[in-house]
């Protein structure tokens, strides 16, 4: 992406304002941030009012027609919409920000969601150094990664190539009314699944689009141009379906074509911002005050050890700040480890070890926690007395903490002092959270007169990876695929949970 200029025919030459280190760092591994701004106007009460406007709701009428075509592309990227990159905001670009913000954030749209857009956006024109190309040929103007498309053997009827970093597929071809006729009819023959072909009949425009059963999409687009039938094919599988979605979006006969974020408007503005939100974070503030009544497990009798767990197969493991607090030497399962960063704000610490090759390494979830899911905790509680790792189940009884704290959840899985710093665990074995504390419960009892049962907190997932990818360690993602037994599960947890120890 360009910030400030659009991107021109390299013999013109632009000026680019390349996306800073941060921003790139943000969007390769903080596509989920959850509700970032509560954590934040906790820890940064004096320049709050500096960041407000970043969370005021969406509107449309705030952006220009080029910012809102930027937009429209990182939506259809994310596979929130189909349609044109017509700058036209309409109910069809306004469900997709919903839906998109909803999804990602568990928030109505607002404009830090436009920022995250506009830097998620960058990072893919700039990853394959995608360019909108004007094709005299075929009157048309689209999306080219011009650094990794590939030339395939042609046929007897097109010019094929291919993206060299997806499934996409990309296919040029010319003909009188019947061969064009002949080339939609295949692929309206194509769709034998998920309803029936998208199709538009005009003037000199005919446009087809079908799904077959294997979850592959086939787009034709034919133009009658300069006396012949001019006509673009593309294809792409499922897994590729926002990429083919902004690809043919971005389809239009104007021949100077671009897109690009204007330098001074108020979508730069904002991602502007949200990089300076973001590296205020990466400062690491003092911590945001807790209630007396969160206990967390740094007790004088266990907090010389707690648990870990494995997220790089560079030997990166995450655990709790106040698991290693005043430690000067730590070891992860017995083996010395090194402290690389502490944060009190997040209540994090990242270690790394010498580990075996082919040790385990956890996955985060790619969605958010849902209220009522399923979850384990896994850990070694009572520094190990119980017998090594312990799994305990549970699901997630409220999607905020303490006082609606919303960097942290609570769950009904018990846990115990030293586990503290252990994963908590979808039923596919990937990380939703990292147990944190407990409900104090003879503090409950002598204020309320009851003994709470089994409320205990984890760190939400999206602040943990927030924190590894500060700290550039990038998570892993899982695929979410079919469920794990409860064996299979806790086989896959324990190797990759990890038993921490401090003098």
Not at 118 to 146: I, K
Not at 313 to 326: I, Q, S, W
Not at 467 to 495: C, H, R, W, Y
Request: hydrophobic share 45%; aromatic share 10%; with cysteine.
């Amino acid at each position: 992406m360009v910030f400030g200029q659009p991107r021109r025919d390299r013999d013109h030459g632009a000026a680019v304002l390349s996306l800073e280190p941060l921003a790139a760092l943000i969007m390769r591994g903080l596509r989920r941030i959850l509700l970032i701004w509560v954590f934040f106007l906790s820890a940064f009460p004096a320049s709050a009012q500096e960041f407000e406007r970043l969370f005021d709701p969406f509107s449309a009428s705030r952006y220009s027609y080029e910012e809102l075509r930027f937009l429209q592309l990182g939506l259809a990227l994310e596979g929130y919409y189909n349609g044109l990159l017509d700058g036209a905001w309409g109910q069809i670009s306004n469900r997709a920000i919903t839906r998109y913000a909803g999804q990602e954030f568990d928030s109505p749209p607002q404009d830090i969601h436009a920022a995250f857009l506009a830097y998620s956006t960058a990072d893919f024109l700039e990853s394959d150094q995608w360019e909108m190309r004007y094709f005299d040929v075929l009157g048309l103007s689209f999306l080219v990664p011009t650094s990794a498309l590939i030339e395939a053997p042609k046929t007897d009827d097109f010019l094929n190539y291919e993206h060299a970093g997806s499934s996409l597929k990309l296919s040029i071809g010319f003909g009188n009314r019947a061969w064009a006729e002949g080339v939609h009819d295949y692929a309206v023959g194509f769709g034998t699944s998920k309803g029936a072909p998208y199709t538009v009949r005009k003037p000199g425009v005919a446009i087809t689009s079908a799904t077959n059963r294997m979850g592959q999409t086939l787009y034709v687009r034919s133009l009658f141009w300069r006396g012949q039938w001019a006509t673009l094919m593309l294809s792409a599988y499922e897994k590729d379906a926002g990429l083919l979605a902004a690809v043919s979006a971005s389809i239009t006969q104007e021949r100077y074509a671009s897109l690009y974020v204007p330098k001074g408007g108020y979508l730069f503005s904002v991602a502007a911002t949200t990089a300076e939100l973001l590296e205020a974070l990466e400062e690491d503030p003092p911590a945001p005050s807790r209630e007396a009544s969160v206990t967390p497990d740094e007790e004088d009798e266990t907090r010389s050890s707690g648990t870990g767990f494995v997220v790089s197969d560079e030997g990166y493991v995450l655990t709790n700040a106040h698991v290693v607090e005043g430690c000067r030497d730590m070891f992860v399962n017995d083996a010395e480890a090194r402290l690389i960063t502490i944060s009190t704000s997040f209540d994090l610490a990242l270690l790394q070890a010498d580990f075996p090759d082919g040790q385990a390494v956890a996955s985060f979830a790619p969605a958010t926690a849902r209220l009522n899911q399923d979850v384990i905790a896994v850990g070694y509680p009572y520094a190990g007395l119980l017998g090594g790792v312990n799994v305990t189940r549970g699901a997630v009884s409220s999607m905020t903490g303490l006082g609606g704290d919303e960097t942290t959840m609570q769950m009904t899985a018990p846990v115990q002092p030293g586990n503290s710093g252990g994963p908590v665990l979808s039923d596919h074995g990937e990380v939703l959270g990292v147990v944190v504390s407990k409900l104090d419960a003879l503090t409950v009892a002598d204020t309320f007169g009851d003994i709470p049962q089994n409320v205990n907190f984890a760190i939400r997932g999206e602040a943990a990876r927030l924190f590894l990818s500060l700290n550039g360690v990038v998570p892993q993602i899982g695929a979410m695929d079919t469920p794990l037994s409860p064996v299979e599960l806790a086989e896959k947890a324990t190797a990759f949970t990890v038993f921490i120890s401090c003098d």
